[in-house]
């Protein structure tokens, strides 16, 4: 048959009703490739048969239909913190507001698997009730460096937190029928150059860190999709790297699904068809490229074949294919009510001098400091943001918790925001006007305007907010407070201190700031992260005490940038138009880092303070034949009901190669404890938790030797301890060697020193 014709046939099979390799033998060739490299931008400008009406506005892509072949359109939607589509639908009977939830780095704060299948569960309901097949999330790149633009989509510094939490927002998305992209595989953490830049990276480095947190993911919850990333890693892009997404992803891994690009990453279609890259997004140009080459012999037809099964087999799976009748009505407010709780859970308490949170009972009259005081940064830009209706602001949600606060200052900011916004010119993708306040400099106050809000408040609020997004990583400047920043804080304490009054700081961030030199202005830091629409809400729950803060870091705060391991490479060489990017600093990445070369950090991996205090006793530890068993009691010994988030640590043998001193291998939250009530933890470990990744053998390896397993209240923290000794050692799984760096790296290590 012709290429080009799509033929008419009673006798077509179709979906579903027949098998799919009859479905791919009664294909075109043309037919093949289009489905593979979807809509691009026609999926707007000349939507096939019966498309029109599923594309939804701002959607970020479509799939080709075959309707004699009974093939449906997918519709594929942003992004990790809720689903991002256009408020105004063409055809829609309202507006199609969503709901933005916590960004991941504050959901991974929550350290509560339950919590996120939950956030799971109602953002994958938006997906569906409004008309889209896949939710292009959860996105679970390593923390590597505080600058990375995106760090805020991500989950954290450690895989472990990553994977786990990730694979939880996966079961509740994927709970609604619809489907996940776990994105972007793999090694995405530079934004700069992002579509070309080279991730030099060593393959320890990789299985441990970069590969880790997706190696969970995709084995306890079989994502229906996986996104390659844009960058290359050793040398190749992801999504042309066979040794990635077959030999790993598929034949390790054991992944079930398709593998889509990123919007336009890579450069090979031919390439990256043979590496098992399914499909290409949001695709179009290299229909031609793909059909010549299947011609010219340069690309088997069989290739094709067997990702079009998988892209059928995903097909199948969506609601559009099943006949879903849409409400287009989601429940929104018992979201946003699931929005508040995470949020809530996700809040860090950094430092809390002399109980100055929550609130006394004789704060009634709050002066609010600070612009984002008054524009609220739910989430970061880019494709991560959400359309949502509303997000409630810090003053708002203060004052309707019975707070009075005052209005001259109230105006003063808001007179500042509106002309900001006003004389700011149109922005390019993916800022907009309302984000130009969030990168506009803070508001400079004389102290003249700071004393007089003194007498008429009880107690002084100061927000400090950051943005960044998609495309560019943040400046060294961006991760220090600005000058005018740190005499705010200093200039609003010292006046509040004069009257005996308080001075807390709200951080509105989505990545680590600096912060020891001028915390010790500051009563009370209080970490909200960029906590979607609800956030503010559960900031004044917090603030006013009606919740303890149960959330811990998920990332490290350093005390200065320069102290980042990878402060020196990043984003990659040369600075300013990065070509390869070095990962010397190898598998110490955050805490590894900082508690094995013990360098000193403002708050490390895993800390948070609670308004109540938890005592840990009677550690027990049971070695079965294939699991390690450890228990441990935790009790609330303070006057208000709280949760604690577990930590389970574990120092391994370094005889025969070097390790971090420790890695977390499990954790846990505790329930809401009463004032007295206690609760013991239990966590199994196996052999796989306790291994390192050798390089010379190609092998995940538990060396013999003695195990510490310590328990802490944060990685510092530790707080009970036990060991045992394994007395063989255990090869527990064999890999291939595959992904090997191209160049030399200058890698980190405790046998040789320096970074
Ligand atoms: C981003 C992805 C996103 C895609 C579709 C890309 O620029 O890197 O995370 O899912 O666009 O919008």
Redesign the pocket.
């Known amino acids: 048959m012709a290429i080009g014709a799509f033929p008419q046939n009673a006798t077509n099979p179709k979906l579903g009703t027949n098998k799919v390799e009859d479905v791919v033998s009664a294909m075109t060739l043309k037919e093949k490739v289009w489905l593979l490299v979807g809509m691009g931008d026609e999926a707007w400008k000349k939507p096939a048969d019966g498309q029109k009406s599923v594309m939804l506005g701002d959607a970020?892509?479509l799939t080709y239909a075959i309707p004699r072949l009974g093939i449906t359109p997918a519709v594929?939607t942003?992004?990790p913190a809720g689903l991002?589509i256009k408020v105004e639908q063409e055809l829609a009977p309202h507006p199609f507001y969503c709901t933005a939830f916590p960004t991941a780095t504050a959901l991974a704060s929550t350290w509560n698997a339950a919590l996120v299948e939950n956030v799971g569960k109602a953002m994958g309901n938006e997906v569906l009730e409004y008309g889209s097949d896949v939710l292009?999330?959860p996105?679970i790149n390593n923390q590597r460096n505080p600058l990375g633009g995106?760090n805020f989509?991500y989950y954290s510094e450690d895989p472990l937190i990553a994977g786990k939490l990730s694979a939880a927002m996966i079961r509740g998305i994927q709970s609604n029928g619809v489907g996940t992209?776990l994105?972007?595989f793999a090694a995405n953490n530079i934004e700069t150059n992002?579509n070309t830049v080279n991730a030099v990276i060593s393959q320890r480095a990789l299985r441990e860190i970069y590969l880790r947190g997706f190696e969970i993911a995709v084995k306890e919850a079989q994502p229906w999709t996986v996104?390659t990333s844009?960058n290359r890693i050793n040398g190749f892009y992801t999504s042309e790297n066979h040794d990635l997404l077959t030999t790993i992803l598929r034949d390790e891994w054991g992944f079930k699904g398709m593998v889509m690009t990123?919007?336009?990453g890579g450069k090979d279609a031919v390439a990256q068809m043979n590496a098992g890259n399914d499909m290409l997004?949001?695709g179009n140009h290299q229909r031609d490229e793909l059909i010549n080459a299947v011609n010219n012999k340069l690309l088997n037809e069989d290739v094709l074949n067997q990702n079009v099964s998988r892209a059928l087999a995903f097909i199948m799976k969506t609601p559009r294919f099943r006949g879903y009748a849409l409400s287009y009505t989601p429940d929104l407010k018992a979201h946003a009510q699931v929005a508040q709780n995470a949020a809530v859970e996700a809040m860090v308490l950094l430092k809390n001098d002399k109980t100055a949170l929550p609130f006394a009972s004789n704060v009634k009259r709050i002066a609010l400091f600070g612009k984002t005081s008054y524009r609220f940064i739910a989430g970061g830009t880019?494709?991560?943001e959400v359309n949502y209706e509303k997000a409630v602001s810090i003053d708002e949600a203060l004052a309707n918790n019975g707070y009075k606060l005052l209005q001259p200052l109230s105006d003063l900011y808001k007179n500042f925001i509106d002309t900001v916004i006003a004389n700011a010119k149109p922005q390019p993708w993916p800022w907009s006007k309302k984000t130009v306040v969030d990168f506009h400099p803070e508001l400079a106050l004389s102290q003249s305007q700071i004393n007089d809000q003194v007498k008429n408040s009880d107690i002084a609020v100061i927000t400090i907010g950051r943005n960044a997004g998609?495309?560019a990583d943040r400046k060294v400047e961006n991760f220090s407070l600005s000058q005018t920043e740190k005499d705010l804080i200093k200039n609003v304490a010292s006046a509040y201190h004069a009257a005996g009054k308080k001075a807390v700081v709200v951080l509105n961030i989505g990545s680590p700031i600096a912060i020891t030199d001028w915390r010790d202005d500051a009563d009370a830091v209080l970490l909200a992260w960029q906590p979607g629409q609800e956030g503010a809400n559960a900031l004044a729950d917090i603030l006013k005490g009606k919740v303890s803060p149960s959330g811990k870091l998920a990332e490290t705060f350093p005390v200065k940038y320069e102290d980042v391991p990878s402060a020196n490479t990043f984003p990659g060489e040369p600075k300013d138009n990065p070509v390869n990017a070095f990962y010397n600093e190898g598998i110490y990445v955050g805490y590894r880092y900082y508690s094995t070369f013990k360098v000193p950090v403002a708050y490390e991996f895993g800390y948070g303070l609670s308004y109540t205090t938890f005592q840990y006793s009677d550690i027990t530890l049971n070695n079965d034949k294939n699991n390690i068993n450890v228990s441990v009691k935790v009790k609330n010994t303070g006057k208000i009901a709280g949760k604690e988030i577990v930590q389970l640590y574990v120092s391994a043998p370094t005889t025969e190669i070097e390790k971090p001193t420790q890695e977390l291998r499990a954790f846990a939250k505790t329930g809401l404890l009463k004032p007295g009530e206690s609760e013991t933890v239990s966590f199994t470990l196996t052999n796989r938790d306790l291994a390192s990744f050798r390089t010379d053998l190609s092998s995940w390896v538990a060396d013999k030797g003695t195990y510490e397993v310590r328990i802490g209240a944060s990685s510092n923290d530790i707080r009970q301890k036990v060991s045992f000794d394994l007395p063989q050692t255990v090869v527990v799984e064999k890999v291939h060697n595959v992904l090997y760096p191209n160049m030399f790296i200058n890698e980190l290590s405790t046998r040789t020193k320096g970074k």
């Open positions: 970020a892509g594929l942003d992004g991002r292009l999330a996105a995106r989509e992209s994105k972007h992002r996104m844009y990123d919007w336009w997004m949001p880019g494709s991560g998609e495309g």
